[in-house]
């Protein structure tokens, strides 16, 4: 079984599209999390939530809306898609505990391209 | 903003060699990661180093930490064809309201050439 997983692996959109990527993790985590890695493979995180609730947003253009429906699922939303959104967009979930903080899982990714 | 930097940017060594990479940050933390990324894959962790740890041991790898001088760094020893992939490092800040948040380095590419 996967523990993060996320759909599509591919999407190939026009400016301007409204789409939507999906996340599910199976291990129980109470946080889950959206990292967005650019052309130079840096990457940096985009929001996080904890049990449903919002609790990262990291400036991202309100074109892009997280929903998390139940603490397994994390979707991302992207209205008006343009060429900047164009990279790979990363879930990952990890059980924070205060001071034993512990690894993150990563799914495989998504590779927006917007044409 | 950006946290770490890495260095090398890249690194190619042969297969039997021990690679070295440092990973730099800027803020308080309360743990260092590092991940592995073979390419169009996704992040794998690696290991963990909680503040106040100075070493870790996994397998073939050791991971140093300086928090004085807010500095990290990954030994592979004996390296493999299979090592080769993209390492990142990534801090947690220190505080209780993180949750995890991880901040990477700009990662290191490393190749290991049979």
């Known amino acids: 079984d996967t523990a993060v997983s996320q759909t599509p692996k591919y999407l190939v959109t026009q400016m301007g599209n409204d789409k939507s990527i999906k996340c599910e993790q199976n291990?129980?985590?109470?946080?889950m999390y959206w990292y967005k890695q650019d052309s130079k493979k840096f990457l940096k995180i985009m929001f996080s939530?904890?049990?449903?609730?919002?609790?990262i947003n990291e400036t991202v253009p309100n074109r892009f809306s997280p929903k998390s429906p139940d603490k397994a699922h994390l979707n991302l939303h992207i209205n008006s898609l343009e060429l900047g959104d164009s990279a790979v967009y990363f879930c990952a979930s990890s059980q924070p505990t205060g001071i034993r903080e512990t690894e993150a899982f990563f799914g495989q990714g998504t590779r927006l391209t917007v044409v | 903003s950006q946290q770490g930097e890495e260095d090398p940017q890249a690194l190619s060594i042969q297969e039997g060699e021990n690679a070295t990479m440092n990973c730099s940050y800027k803020?308080?933390?309360?743990?260092l990661q590092w991940y592995r990324q073979n390419s169009g894959r996704g992040l794998v962790h690696l290991i963990l180093?909680?503040?106040?740890?100075r070493e870790k041991h996994s397998g073939r790898l050791r991971v140093t930490l300086d928090t004085s001088k807010k500095s990290s760094s990954l030994l592979i020893t004996a390296s493999r064809a299979a090592d080769t992939a993209s390492y990142f490092c990534?801090?947690?800040?220190?505080?209780?309201?993180?949750?995890?948040?991880?901040?990477f380095g700009q990662g290191t590419i490393l190749t290991v050439h049979p």
């Open positions: 291990l129980g985590h109470d946080t």
């Open positions: 939530y904890n049990n449903k609730e919002l609790i």
């Open positions: 803020t308080s933390i309360n743990n």
């Open positions: 180093i909680r503040s106040n740890e």
């Open positions: 990534a801090t947690v800040n220190a505080g209780g309201t993180s949750y995890g948040k991880l901040t």
